[in-house]
């Protein structure tokens, strides 16, 4: 069974940092591009960042540039998500996903809250 399994959300104080991590399991992505969305109470789910399958580009939605850092470890299945400078409004579910050529895969999400 393919699986992605967030982790790392949590509680901070605004100005804060969290680092999220995806890893995947039931089979590898290293040749996928992956990334992140979130969903906030109310809203739609909006891209926050991608990364290519072998870590060589990145994109990241205008709001998050600057504050947000994609990468991956392939070796470890694994993609994650530094986030710094953390603001009220960043308060989401965090979901990953990969993109191979059969089609996305989603995780579950994990819940960031950041408080004022």
């Known amino acids: 069974q393919v699986q992605l399994v967030e982790s790392g959300g949590g509680l901070v104080q605004a100005g804060g940092s969290l680092r999220l991590s995806c890893a995947a399991s039931?089979?590898?992505?290293?040749?996928?591009?992956m990334g992140w969305f979130r969903q906030a109470p109310g809203k739609e789910r909006e891209f926050v960042a991608a990364i290519s399958w072998n870590g060589g580009s990145s994109y990241y939605a205008d709001s998050m540039e600057g504050r947000f850092t994609i990468s991956r470890d392939n070796a470890k299945n694994t993609v994650y998500l530094q986030m710094n400078s953390l603001k009220p409004e960043d308060t989401a579910v965090y979901y990953c996903y990969a993109d191979p050529t059969s089609g996305r895969y989603w995780g579950q999400g994990t819940q960031v809250t950041v408080s004022s």
């Open positions: 039931g089979r590898t992505f290293s040749s996928a591009a």
